[in-house]
């Protein structure tokens, strides 16, 4: 607001206390270069003044008005629970204005504001870029939960984000695609990428690099000799991956299991040449023996790397790699394989049990890499073979969060190729699933290798609110909205049409995902159903709530309307594969700060409706409302139905306390997981405060004054941010304590389902 009131003091008459001092008002605003500043009212006064001063005297208004205007914008600002935008600010005074009937005092007040926003236009990238390196953004600070914004490589990355963001807007999309993002009633997912010729997520093809060779960084890397030089190939492949997409990737630890036998074999031998070489006399038993020890540390040594490995390295975004790793048993070719894979898997649940160490030396749950594991018919019931496995699993996901569990049952019933046969296979980072797909030169079915093209996302509850409540509005303004979105999918679409393979030889030409031909383009992998491209959705419970007054697990109302928008989704991606040959896929998406921007563009255009924007969230996919009650069985069985209805990406949860001595009730939720839902997680709490060693559960409290949530530690009552470890799973993977006011909220309000 200071813009509008640079020259303009405010009278002694509107001094009424609102002034700061002593700490008396402490609410917070967001200016326009994402800074947040303390809220002055006086502000507000000073550009009404100033206005009002360019009219005829006759239609100026009087200096209790004004104060009533100021106080009422400032009582609108305190009932949002959250910091106001400049934006929103301006609109609540021209919103008063016009309520007073102050038509020409609007009406110039309206034109001054145009008319820096031209100003700011010329130039729209200046102010965040500087507030980037002043480290004063907080919208930036908040906008990823995983990326530290006070690292210069951080910094690098959202400054060209920044560039990137406003070639896309201004250049790249078209007007009415970006209006729609800027308002809420769609996201055009990581516009800060756009301008480049990148995909999204992956498979990454580890078993073609590894046993057929690959290049990286211009260096030929051959089939490795030993199961910890894999990994160190593997981890080294990931770091280069990352930096060449902008989304999750997956890699199973079934590409890397033969290795162990590579190092088997090279064991037994040095094992016989030492026997021999000190001539002691030896059988193959004792050979065997001792090389079974060597191999037990190097599948250590192994694990090791790839754990700490992908944690410090640093891609160009600054960030660690957003890397899944899967573990699922029936993928081995044999049975040696199988045993090989069933060692490493329990190695890496053995460590992850442990943590990693931060920089106070204590061992804290990492945020990378996510693991999934895979309940099977040898692994889920006491007495089949792998239970024990199974049991190591649910003591990690007591303690660390991890692993997250695919039904291979469920999976294999509802992921159906052209053939008839089920698949079960890993998602692409987080939640994001392929489509099943049949190489039609092989006719055999093809994962690993393939991607997802990008995400456009439909806010569901905007649906909603802008059809009023008429039902018969309501599925025609979704057919608008799918429209629009069908068209931003395509500018993704276009966008990596014939793009050569040179932008990223590690992907295209060196086997991660393809083995193109240098200057050969991509388009025969966007088409056929190699790759995915995806309708994101968001907040259909609340988009249940204001079209039949209840939630969308109401048996009788709610769910059937659930289901039929969900049918809808997916009618709409069934029609545009068909017209352009390409696999449109419906995903869950998984909000992060997009669910904070979403809820404030709602409040912006509907107001506050209690159940459907009171929040400042909304819900991601298809998910129960956090706050309400339900256990963790029902909730599991009554996501189920719709995540059937999410093939391009689903994934649900159950929140849970404390579970490291109820390790048995874990696993009935994991049983219960094997027979009735394809993927899902429990989400426990791993905290601990760097200030006094307290490692149990920090806190979400509200600032006094201001009233914004922050974090905070029950034993000693610290709230710095950078003095504490806290790890919540907010969007599938982890995150840490930075995250945006909203998803903070939603944090706080989750109720416990077990």
């Known amino acids: ?46 550009a009404i003044i100033k206005a009002n001063e360019s009219v005829l005297d006759y239609e100026k208004l009087s200096d209790k008005t004004i104060e009533e205007i100021a106080r009422n914008v400032e009582n609108a600002c305190e009932n949002m629970k959250r910091s106001p935008s400049v934006e929103e600010i301006q609109d609540m005074v021209e919103n008063q204005l016009m309520n007073h009937r102050a038509f020409n005092v609007a009406r110039n007040y309206i034109t001054y504001r145009y008319k820096r926003a031209l100003v700011r236009k010329s130039n729209s990238t200046d102010e965040q870029i500087l507030s980037l390196l002043e480290c004063n953004n907080e919208e930036v600070k908040q906008e990823n939960s995983n990326k530290n914004p006070t690292v210069n490589s951080v910094q690098r990355d959202y400054m060209a984000g920044e560039v990137s963001k406003d070639i896309t807007k201004r250049f790249l999309l078209p007007e009415d695609v970006v209006e729609a993002h800027e308002k809420g009633l769609i996201h055009f997912h990581d516009a800060d990428y756009f301008a480049q010729h990148m995909h999204n997520c992956c498979l990454v093809n580890l078993e073609d690099m590894l046993q057929n060779g690959t290049v990286i960084s211009e260096t030929m890397i051959d089939p490795p000799k030993s199961f910890s030089t894999a990994c ?42 030492e026997f021999e070489a000190i001539g002691i006399e030896y059988t193959e038993q004792m050979v065997n023996d001792v090389a079974e020890l060597r191999v037990k540390e190097e599948i250590n040594r192994g694990v090791q790397m790839i754990q700490y490995q992908v944690i410090t ?3 160009t975004n600054g960030q660690a790699p957003f890397i899944t790793v899967f573990m699922y048993l029936n993928e081995a070719k044999d049975e040696q394989t199988k045993a090989d894979l069933a060692a490493i898997i329990e190695e890496m649940l053995h460590q992850r049990i442990q943590g990693v160490k931060n920089e106070k030396g204590v061992y804290i749950t990492p945020a990378f890499p996510k693991l999934i594991y895979v309940l099977e018919e040898d692994n889920i019931r006491e007495g089949t073979k792998y239970w024990e496995l199974t049991k190591l699993a649910a003591k990690c996901t007591a303690k660390r969060m991890v692993p997250d569990y695919i039904s291979e049952k469920k999976m294999l019933e509802l992921k159906v190729d052209k053939n008839g046969e089920g698949h079960c296979y890993t998602c692409m980072g987080c939640r994001s699933f392929l489509t099943p797909y049949v190489d039609p ?31 018969k509005k309501f599925w025609e303004i979704m057919d608008e909205r799918l429209e629009l979105c069908y068209r931003a999918l395509m500018c993704r679409h276009k966008r990596l049409l014939g793009t050569p393979s040179d932008v990223a030889p590690i992907l295209w030409q060196n086997g991660a995902l393809a083995r193109l031909e240098k200057g050969e383009k991509l388009d025969k992998l966007l088409f056929g159903g190699y790759s995915t491209i995806s309708l994101g959705y968001a907040g259909l419970n609340e988009c249940v ?68 924007t009171d929040r400042n969230y909304i819900t991601n996919s298809y998910h129960v409302h956090v706050t309400e009650e339900m256990n963790a069985f029902d909730k599991l069985k009554f996501e189920a139905q719709f995540q059937e209805l999410s093939p391009g990406g689903a994934i649900s949860y159950v929140e849970v306390p404390n579970m490291q001595n109820n390790i048995e009730a874990v696993l ?71 995250w945006n006011q909203g998803r903070t909220q939603e944090i706080k309000e989750r109720v416990l389902h077990l």
Not at 11 to 25: D, L, N, R, V
Not at 683 to 689: I, L, Q, R
């Open 1 to 46: 607001m200071a813009e509008v009131a640079e020259e303009t003091e405010v009278p002694a008459i509107f001094a009424w206390g609102y002034k700061i001092s002593g700490g008396e008002k402490r609410m917070k605003i967001i200016k326009r270069s994402g800074s947040e500043v303390v809220f002055d009212v006086e502000k507000i006064v000073a």
């Open 668 to 738: 009935s939720v994991m049983q219960y997981i094997y027979d009735n839902i394809m993927y899902a997680e429990l989400n426990t709490k791993s905290d601990y405060c760097q200030k006094c060693g307290f490692d149990g559960e920090i806190q979400i409290v509200s600032e006094e004054g201001s009233g914004k949530l922050v974090w905070e530690c029950p034993n000693c009552g610290n709230r710095d941010q950078d003095q504490m470890s806290v790890a919540r799973r907010t969007c599938g993977y982890i995150g840490t304590q930075f």
């Open 313 to 315: 390295l640093m891609t």
């Open 545 to 612: 709530r204001y079209m039949k007054g209840v939630s969308h697990t109401d048996p009788e109302v709610g769910t059937p309307f659930g289901l039929a928008v969900m049918r809808k989704l997916n009618e709409a991606c069934k029609k545009w594969k068909a017209e352009n040959n390409m696999d449109f896929s419906l995903y869950g998406t998984p909000l992060e700060s997009t669910t904070y921007k979403f809820a404030k563009c709602l409040q912006k255009r509907f107001g506050v409706i209690e159940g459907v």
């Open 441 to 471: 030169e092989t006719n055999q079915p093809k994962y690993y290798g393939r991607f997802n093209q990008g995400v456009v996302t439909l806010n569901l509850v905007d649906v909603a609110c802008s059809s009023e409540g008429d039902e």
């Open 232 to 273: 160190n190939i593997a981890t080294q492949a990931i770091a280069q991956i990352a930096s060449s997409q902008y989304g999750g990737q997956s890699i199973s630890l079934t590409h890397l299991a033969p290795f162990v036998q590579v190092s088997r074999e090279k064991f037994r031998q040095s094992v016989k040449a």
